[in-house]
Structures are given as C-alpha cells and as structure tokens.
C-alpha cells in the first residue's frame, strides 16, 4: 500500500501543470456568451494556485455566472501564493486538504469600486456556506464530486494528462459542456477520436503561436530540459497541448482558403488506403472530391461545413479507416481484435522494426499518422 501510495503522488506531481492567467484570459474571450447564467465548475483546481479558479471569481458579474464551483485534489504538492484563504498547520505549513469552493456572488466588499482579489479572499474567509471540506480526496471520480458535476453547465479546467481518456469520457456520460486542456496525442486517443469524427469534441482557439507555458511543481522542474523549463520564469514550455471543447466558437466555422489544384504526380496515392496524401493543410486541393490524407494538425483548421472527417490512419489501432484499408496492399493489416496480423512479409518495404503498420505508406515508405477527410464542395476547373 505504501508503494501505491507512493507511486500515485509521484503521478499527481507529475500532472500538476499550472495554467498562465494570460493563456485563460486568451482563450476564453470567444466563449463568453456562453456563460451567461450558468453553473461552472472547475473541478480539478486548487483554490490556493489555480488561475482558473481566479478567472471565473474576478469574472463572476461580468459573465453573468449563476454559480462557481471549484475543487482540489488533496495531493496537490504546490504551496500557495495567489490567496490565503486557508489556515496553517503546526508547522506554520498550509494543509494538504481537499476542499470545495463554492460561489454565488461576488461584491465589492472593500468599497474601492471594483471587484478583485481582495473581495473574492474576504468572501471566502468570512462566508461559512462558500469554503468547506470535502469528505473525499477530490478526485474528479469521487462520488461527491460526480454529485458537483451533476450540478454544472460548464467545466473548465486543466485536468491530469494521465487521466484525460477517463475525463472525457466522464463528461461525455453526464452530458457536460466543457474546455479543457490536453495534449494533442490525445486525439488519436480511441476514446476521444470517435468522439471528433461525430462532431461531439473538437479544438478550440489554441495557445499563443502554439506554445503552452505552465508552472510545474518545484521538485519535478530538474526533469525537464534547458529551453523547455525557463529559470528566468519559473515555467515549462509545451508545443504539444491544445484546448479541446464543445462549445461552439467562431474560428470553427471559418472556412479554409483552398489554393491548389489536384493532379496525380503531386499528390499520391497510399500503399495501403484508398486517399491521396496531402502532406501540408495549406496544400489540401480545391478540385479533389475524393478521400485525403491530412496531418492531425488540420484539426485547428477543420470546419464540419466544408470537410467531413472519414477516419484516421490509425487511432491507437483501433481500426477507424472506415474501410479505406487496402487488403492486398502487401503492408501488414492494423490490430484486429487486439492481436497484429503479421503473416505479411515486411521486407521488401524497408519498414524497419514492427512498429505502427497501420499508419500509411507511400511506395514502401512510411508516413505520419493522417486523418482522413473529404472535401464537401470540391470545385471543378
């Protein structure tokens, strides 16, 4: 038990990527109107550090929030220093409880004109009904908090990346509306891919030129090369996280500007599916009707109304090309029923290794994996 225990805090610890205030504030001014009288909820969010927490509760009134829900897991290893809203322990440390915050709203206590941090901690500190202790550890599966997302209209977070498969998919069995932060492997996940196709999850606006900043547990920044985590600021730097949502926002509904045209020596054909390969989004033909294979970063560009998604080359080879698999392309056949179909010779592919045989090939030669699309309205010259 107490290697489970042990093992379990070093992943808590390994999952604790602290949002930027910017990067919140920059996403989430084209999802406002969405807000508006609804109950939010950010349920993996340590009140003492979590900026998404102090997001919604300075933005309580001009969001129109009917109320503000937020939890923390118990093993949450960063000290505070945004709020003290909490009391020491004998050793003059903060406590390491799960505890739940709960808003309705939001005055300006201090009679200075505005609603800021000052008001939110008083709020807190002198409202019995808005801070209390959770029964539980905090965990998002925990009982009470199911109970607390049963009670929400929006969930808004940055959930543990090593349980992203089990948070979606709680979301989608209670119904939620949700943004969320990932990293972008998670959509060839099995679990959230379907989830793409049918139009039920998609990406939202994105971080700033692509790149993710997060302040990371001090014990765990030593893991982290020079260049990724930044003395100077105290943060880590990813160019492999994305917000993933189901709200609707405008950028989704922008059409892409299509600028070249089809022919078949620039634009072959797979070994093994039945689609062209377009290497580069901004080189998707506009006069092509048929099946494309497109890199997963299409997905930023993606508007259901002009493409429709067919499938993907591989999906954790859970077998989502939709029939596009050529069976006597002499590439070895994707899982099937969880076990590799290795009866094909290799060889002559010069495909080193056993790895990924379901991702396509252009004449023996293995490419990235691709999703697989259709152009809607394809124009003829």
């Known amino acids: 038990m107490a290697n489970k225990n042990l093992n379990a805090a070093k992943t808590a610890k390994k999952d604790e990527f602290y ?171 099995k679990e959230v891919f379907p989830l793409i196709m049918e139009n039920r999850l998609w990406l939202g606006y994105g971080f700033n030129a692509g790149n993710a900043y997060f302040r990371v547990p001090e014990e765990t920044r030593r893991e982290y090369a020079d260049g990724v985590y930044d003395k ?28 070249c045209h089809y022919s078949p020596e620039e634009y072959p054909t797979y070994d093994n599916y039945d689609a062209i390969e377009v290497s580069k989004t901004s080189d998707i033909p506009f006069d092509y009707d048929g099946v494309m294979g497109v890199p997963i970063t299409f997905l930023d560009k993606y508007n259901p109304e002009q493409f429709e998604i067919i499938g993907a080359t591989e999906s954790e080879g859970k077998g989502v090309s939709n029939g596009l698999w050529k069976q006597d392309s002499g590439v070895a056949q994707p899982l099937v029923g969880g076990v590799r179909n290795t009866s094909v010779s290799l060889s002559d592919l010069r495909i080193p290794g056993y790895a990924k045989y379901d991702r396509p090939y252009i004449n023996g030669v293995r490419k990235y994996a691709r999703i697989l699309i259709r152009n809607k309205h394809p124009q003829k010259l």
């Open 232 to 259: 100077e600021t105290d943060l880590v730097k990813f160019r492999n996280c994305h917000w993933f949502t189901n709200l609707d926002h405008n950028k989704r509904h922008e059409e892409m500007d299509l600028v």
């Open 19 to 189: 949002t930027q205030l910017t990067d919140i504030e920059r996403e989430l001014q084209h999802y406002w109107p969405h807000f508006a009288g609804k109950v939010v909820l950010c349920n993996c969010d340590d009140p003492y550090e979590s900026n998404f927490f102090k997001y919604f509760a300075l933005r309580f009134n001009q969001l129109g929030l009917k109320k503000l829900i937020c939890t923390c897991y118990d093993g949450s290893p960063v000290a505070g220093t945004q709020l003290s809203l909490f009391s020491l322990d004998a050793d003059g440390n903060q406590r390491k409880t799960a505890y739940k915050v709960e808003i309705t709203e939001v005055t300006d206590v201090n009679g200075d004109g505005a609603v800021d941090l000052a008001d939110v901690e008083h709020l807190i500190q002198n409202d019995k009904n808005v801070l209390s202790v959770l029964h539980g550890n905090g965990d998002f599966r925990s009982p009470e908090c199911i109970e607390l997302l049963k009670q929400a209209d929006i969930v808004v977070t940055n959930p543990p990346f090593s349980l992203f498969r089990e948070y979606v998919a709680q979301l989608m069995e209670y119904g939620k509306k949700f943004l969320i932060i990932g990293n972008v492997n998670a959509i060839t996940y």
